[in-house]
T-cell receptor, first 112, second 112 residues
């Protein structure tokens, strides 16, 4: 079945760039999304990329999509302690029901 | 703010008792979803709705039922709760721009 995989943990120093990676199996995914979850909270939509795009930039966030390899990455520039959270990649966005498949999440720890 | 609330926010119950979780939205969105979040599994879709009285199963629907008698409310029922249903439950609605999903704050359910 459809699957989305992410590494479990990433530790960076404040001010450095963070890169969180994701791979997916469903080549028909129309949109790919990045969500952020802070402790005890719901998921907050950070950004998305349409499947016919290679890159999308939104302030400190850069999303890269390699459709051939089904690889998605999220780069956070100048990472701050407030960026510490779990980041989820999700694939889907197509069809009438728009069911999304989520990765298991990457815990980003930012060291001061 | 997508105007999604969930109730209750926390619940502790005993095995074998029925439990109903409520999701309420204020923006008249057609599509609504119920997910559960468990460590190591990310978010998994339980059921979804594409209109009043129109619902369908997700990937982990066993032991759960849903109802949607009006656009703004989507109810998730555990007919006879089991310890394996201890989880955090999230409701989501589908946005209109790029099939994004917006999440509620979650309900933490503990089944003893």
């Amino acid at each position: 079945g459809e699957d989305v995989e992410q590494s479990l943990f990433l530790s960076v120093r404040e001010g450095d760039s963070s890169v969180i990676n994701c791979t997916y199996t469903d080549s028909s995914s129309t949109y790919l999304y990045w969500y952020k979850q802070e402790p005890g909270a719901g998921l907050q939509l950070l950004t998305y990329i349409f499947s016919n795009m290679d890159m999308k930039q939104d302030q400190r966030l850069t999303v890269l999509l390699n459709k051939k390899d089904k690889h998605l990455s999220l780069r956070i520039a100048d990472t701050q302690t407030g960026d510490s959270a779990i980041y989820f990649c999700a694939a889907g966005g197509g069809g009438a029901t728009n069911k999304l498949i989520f990765g298991t999440g990457t815990l980003l720890a930012v060291q001061p | 703010d997508a105007g999604i609330t969930q109730s209750p926010r926390h619940k502790v119950t005993e095995t074998g008792t029925p439990v109903t979780l409520r999701c309420h939205q204020t923006e008249n969105h057609r599509y609504m979803y119920w997910y559960r979040q468990d460590p190591g599994h990310g978010l998994r879709l339980i059921h979804y709705s594409y209109g009043v009285k129109d619902t369908d199963k997700g990937e982990v629907s066993d032991g759960y039922s849903v109802s949607r008698s009006k656009t703004e409310d989507f109810l998730l029922t555990l007919e006879s709760a089991t310890s394996s249903q201890t989880s955090v439950y999230f409701c989501a609605i589908r946005g209109l721009e790029y099939n994004e999903q917006f999440f509620g704050p979650g309900t933490r359910l503990t089944v003893l």
